[in-house]
């Protein structure tokens, strides 16, 4: 059963394009949602996360916008550049009363190739 | 130093035998993650350190699997009596809490043979 689900396992972009990079989950207690980029040999690196009490999060040329109705949420990459060519991961987190660090629940990931 | 190391980056071993992966999270990270990532799939969840203890343990899978942090610093990931199954990159992360982002390492990749 799983609770983060990321449907697309690849997309290709132009460059200079935008790159729209699609989430869905299921668990209503997710509050805290966190996008991973990935490189071959790497480990996943954080790119940008949203709190659920917001519903648009900005950072330079990535922005990640949560539909809390629907459970979904997307990232999005303006303008994409070759170097974006990675797997991205849509993660997320039920946060405890205490704000103590918790388990992130993954997506299967994204491979994004960004054409030059 | 600057990142999470883990060791070694690559491991092959013969089913059935003992295996232990290593990782050295950011200095002053006080939360420490292990996850298992298999081909094609996403990072999953295997054990959570808080300190010197496992705050959350839920996601190994079964009882050949072990994980320790002694001091609050290094930690080391235990597999016992390997199974060809067990074939993954095993992915540590340290953080300073959820709010930051986990940092990851970039990985242990064990091949059960």
């Known amino acids: 059963d799983q609770q983060v689900k990321q449907n697309s396992p690849s997309l290709s972009v132009q460059e200079g394009r935008i790159s729209i990079l699609n989430c869905d989950y299921t668990n209503s207690m997710f509050d805290y949602f966190l996008w991973y980029k990935k490189y071959p040999a790497e480990g996943p690196t954080f790119l940008i996360s949203i709190s659920s009490i917001k519903d648009k999060n900005e950072d330079g040329r990535f922005t990640v916008f949560l539909n809390k109705s629907a459970k979904h949420l997307s990232l999005h990459i303006v303008p994409s550049q070759p170097g974006d060519s990675a797997v991205y991961f849509c993660?997320?987190?039920?946060?405890?009363?205490?704000?103590?660090?918790?388990?992130?629940?993954f997506g299967s990931g994204t491979q994004l190739t960004v054409l030059p | 130093g600057a990142g999470v190391s883990q060791t070694p980056s690559n491991k092959v071993t013969e089913k059935g035998k003992y295996v232990e992966l290593r990782c050295d999270p950011i200095?002053?990270?006080?939360?420490l993650y292990w996850y298992r990532q298999s081909l094609g799939q996403g990072p999953e969840f295997l054990i959570y350190f808080q300190g010197t203890g496992a705050a959350d343990d839920s996601g190994l899978p079964n009882d050949r699997f072990f994980a320790v942090r002694p001091e609050g610093s290094v930690s080391t990931l235990k597999i016992q009596r390997t199974e060809r199954g067990d074939s993954a990159v095993y992915l540590c992360?340290?953080?300073?809490?959820?709010?930051?982002?986990?940092?990851f390492g970039s990985g242990t990749r064990l091949t059960v043979v």
């Open positions: 200095s002053g990270h006080t939360a």
């Open positions: 993660a997320a987190s039920a946060v405890t009363s205490s704000g103590s660090a918790r388990q992130l629940t």
């Open positions: 992360a340290s953080s300073t809490g959820v709010g930051y982002g986990y940092t």
